[in-house]
């Protein structure tokens, strides 16, 4: 009878092993053990309740056409956790300095407070993250900190790592990826001690988690994380957390997502062009070398959303500068940088917004120059618009034509070419278009 029992189970097994890969399987079907099975019900005796929640996350349909049901068809199978029953570890508190696992991070001792360059785009989420450093649990907890790459996320995190090991000496604090924090209860998971690894992070003051973007579709850890952090949070121990999404738009479980909510939610943006000005200036001197004020702007200018890459901008051209010994200038910069440096005079610069400053020089209405009105000034502003599309957008003729109320391109190109010959004996209109061109400028 057993054999056949069990054979219930070989068979979900053989089963599901041809969709699951060699080491998923090993690490959590292979350990769960058939105590008992009859028509009615099936016992099964699992390492610990990841599995089980596993089991039943990823294969509830398959064990539904395998094993037996109740009478409402659900699934009629009893858990007994082995981990629980054989193996219970004497609950002692763990000294703090215990754990130094090689899955947690150092702080960088570059990623202050201090080095960090404050602008319009980082204000706030600096000094959120410094109050948090300041007053670990008592201020605003969760902290979440978001934004695209090389803004400078990870550099709060360790900022605040850096300040309270100093302020703070007495504060247990820990920096986890959250592919660490996976790798970390994976391991423990194989080797039975879970219960030790969920008291030391249960006994942490501050808990900084980087990257938690990467806990989207791992639902079986999003639980435990869950609950590592409704504890620490529950204790006001303080939790900082990173993501490149704010967390409404993160693939995780609603449940997770409101406890991310709970605290102060902080977007860190792109810098301004004089933050990143004042960054590459800090930058340079830290490393001993310094680029002239119009160089800074040109390379802040043509490298603007990732900070990271500014600095490696300035890695080059420091060691330029002490290999040659020979002063950056513009041009030096320009063909250092060449494949790093991001041109886009024209493709921010949109039909709409040349529309616009066009109407309000003219003095007139956006829907006149698109319409058919063959006014003079009107059809002057017109001309003016559709030379400007041409000189300031890289985009087709044709493409562009369009968007002025369904016009060819031969039209665009004859108006441009009037233009171009009229501005060179009429001042007036050149400066008017002078006078648009800076209006569009400022606009983007
Ligand atoms: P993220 O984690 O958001 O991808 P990082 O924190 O790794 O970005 O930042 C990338 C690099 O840019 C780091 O070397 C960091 O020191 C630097 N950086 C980012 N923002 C600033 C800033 N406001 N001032 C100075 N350096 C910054
Ligand atoms: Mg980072």
Known sequence: MLTCKESAWQQFLSFVQKKTSSIEFQNWLSPIKVLELSDSSVTLEVPNIFV???????????????????????????????????????????PKEEKNDSNFIKFNKHYTFENFIEGTSNQFV?????????????????????????????????????FIKQNHKSLSIQCITTEAFINDLVFNLRNKS??????????????????????QNRLNF??????????????HRQIVIASDKPP?????????????????????GVPDLETRVAIIQNK?????FIIPTNVAFFIAEHIYNNIRQLE?????????????????????????LKEMLEFTPSNKISVESILKSVAS???????DIKGESRLKNIAEARQVAMYLAKELIADSLTKIASSFGGKTHSTLLHSWKKISEEIKTNEMLGKKIQMIKRNIEAQT
């Open 361 to 367: 020089v003219f003095e007139i209405r956006v829907s």
């Open 312 to 336: 490696g901008a300035i890695n080059r051209l420091s060691a330029y500068a002490r290999l040659m010994n020979k002063e950056i200038t513009q041009d030096v910069a320009e063909n250092l």
């Open 284 to 288: 340079t001197v830290q490393k001993g």
């Open 248 to 268: 409404a738009q993160l693939k995780l479980s609603e449940r997770m997502v409101a406890r991310m909510e709970w605290g102060l939610v902080a977007h860190i």
């Open 194 to 215: 879970v219960d030790k690894m969920k008291r030391f992070y249960r006994n942490l003051d501050v808990l900084l988690v980087d990257d938690i973007q990467f806990l």
């Open 52 to 94: 089980r929640e596993y089991l039943i996350d990823n294969y509830k349909q398959d064990l539904l056409s395998f094993l037996p049901k109740n009478a409402s068809g659900e699934l009629a199978i009893n858990f007994v956790i082995s981990e629980t029953q054989s193996n219970p570890e004497p609950l002692k508190i763990v």
């Open 126 to 162: 600096k000094s959120a993250a410094f109050g948090v450093a300041q007053r670990p649990g008592k201020s605003f907890n969760p902290l979440f900190i978001h934004g695209g790459v090389g803004l400078g996320k990870t550099h709060l995190l360790h900022g605040i790592g850096n």
């Open 222 to 235: 999003e639980e435990e994380f869950c609950n590592t952090f409704e504890t620490l949070i529950n204790q």
